[in-house]
């Protein structure tokens, strides 16, 4: 729909503005339950890529919604578990199939191609262990619905959103009364999706990904901390 602005046009920037909410309830001393939810955060249009992305550019933020709870099955070691949607497919330029240009709509038309990433149900298990007063180990799994199938592989060469299983694991340190050390680290395993080349229903595309992330973080609590009460 403009080719003058469809690739290698650089970088772009586009702006938003959004807002969140949740509540946590305590319903017993050792449980505790949350919900928390985003609506679309709209942002404005990527203007050189407005030949590229549907909605000439659009690419705003999706609507989440998530509910956990937590339990404390003894004073030092926590359970947690979460559930979390997110509407991928209300996002045009994510959502769209990507074959709908060879039923005539141009890419960066309202119904032009997209990456055809469909809805998503995230599922979270963590575990928190106060290991000592100055030392909290944490473990977790989550899992996500496969992000697209086999009809929207070939040009998600660009994305590579496949995962579907992460595996985390990190620590607290309590250096002084105040301030805290945190690590984390966390392992997607290789995800793979398959489909036909667009174009040449002939041929086969095959994308993968594996993923490794490390985190390193510091938390500084101004003033006195409060004494926890005895359990």
Known sequence: SDPANFSNRGTDVSWGVG???????????WLRFGVAGTPTIHMSNFDRY???LAEQGGFDIPATVQAGVAVDVKPNLTLMFDYKHIWFGSIA???????????????????GAGYGVKDMDVVKLGVEWRYSPVV????????????????????NIM???????????????????????????????LASVSGSELGAPGRQVEIEMSQFEFTVGMVYRFGNRPSEPSR
Request: net charge negative; charged share 15%.
């Open 93 to 111: 330029s994510v959502g769209n199939p990507t074959t709908n240009f060879l039923l005539g709509a141009p890419f960066g038309a309202d119904n």
């Open 136 to 155: 909290t180990l944490r473990a977790g799994y989550s899992y996500n619905t496969a992000p697209i199938g086999s009809r929207d592989a070939d040009l």
């Open 19 to 29: 807002v969140r909410g949740g509540i946590e309830w305590k319903a017993a001393p």
């Open 50 to 52: 407005r030949g590229l």
């Open 159 to 189: 994305t590579l959103g496949v995962v579907q299983h992460h595996i985390t694991g990190g620590l607290k340190y309590q250096v002084t009364e105040n301030f805290d050390l945190e690590f984390a680290a966390m392992y997607a395993p």
